[in-house]
């Protein structure tokens, strides 16, 4: 059976940069409160006409070329965003138009900010299982349409930032493998610690959207923020230790952890949990806030750019998100 790496990452952030005395003019709030509560100083936003899948085109063309391959010599595109450019259909097939891929398969997937390790779970079954050659996944996120500066939405609000990365997963050379494991779990009994409401069939009357739904908030994201962040560094910690007891590894072995960025509190912590020395864990959180599922293929793309991430060693993944949902990916890049 043929065994699956990944081939080329890529990865693209909006030029325009906000800062906390930038976001402290959408809402209320200070500087001082943002980096303690999240380390975040600064984000990326995209100007309004820019959709998540503008985004997700220059990280896709920027990942198919840093695998030396051409985009007509993709056959399945997988795509995992919680903005998408319209309602529906899934955002994968508005991807698929503006990347010139008519044809093929594409899977629109809804993992939240595990959307990359989902979607490389998916990529190394296809390609192991020869139906698809060479599977480009895209995470993308235009978070900053999605502000809320209200006392209730500020907490999500001061992390949000925009951007979108990319993947190609296609065949291991000479059999070796590259993507050794992906561990996937989710918990819907907590879906609601994190979500939006509206618009949605489950609201209990006839109409999908309603004037109220918006003078209340419920289009907008409303965390239990305790619950997630216990959670968060719970689950991303027990996935940590689940991987290196499946690959029959020491912690010792792994020379970069690569998690999700939900915020440098979360990270801080999930770090002293595991026991992993500090310079091994890569983090970029400051500087572009949550992305949520853009900011694993992001920092995995700048990771090997800087030569954090180098040939030959041993990477792991690790995300958790609304849902909930998380796992984990070991790679030998």
Partial sequence: MTRSRILGTGHYL???VVTNFDVME???TTDEFIVERTG???RRHAEPDVAATDLGVAACRAAV??????MDQIDLLIMNTITPDHADPGCAFFLQGKLGLPGIAVIDIRQQCAGLIYGLSIADHFVRAGT???VLIACAETLSKRIDGSYDGRNIAILLGDGAGAVVVGPAEDDRPGILSTLLHADGSQAKALYTAAPGSGLGRLEHLTQDDIDQGRIHFRMDG????QSGVARMSEAVFESLKVNGLALEEIDVLVPHQANLRMLEAIIQ???IPQEKVFVNVEHYGNMASACLPIAVDQARRSGV???GQLVMLVAFGSGFVWGSALLRM
Avoid: C, T
Avoid at 65 to 70: Q, V
Avoid at 226 to 229: E, H, M, P
């Fill in 40 to 42: 975040v100083h600064q």
């Fill in 226 to 229: 305790k619950a997630v962040f």
């Fill in 132 to 134: 698809y050659r060479h």
């Fill in 65 to 70: 070329e840093d695998a030396g391959l051409s």
């Fill in 14 to 16: 909006p030029p325009k």
């Fill in 26 to 28: 959408m809402m209320e």
């Fill in 309 to 311: 991430i180098r040939p």
């Fill in 273 to 275: 949990q595991v026991g």
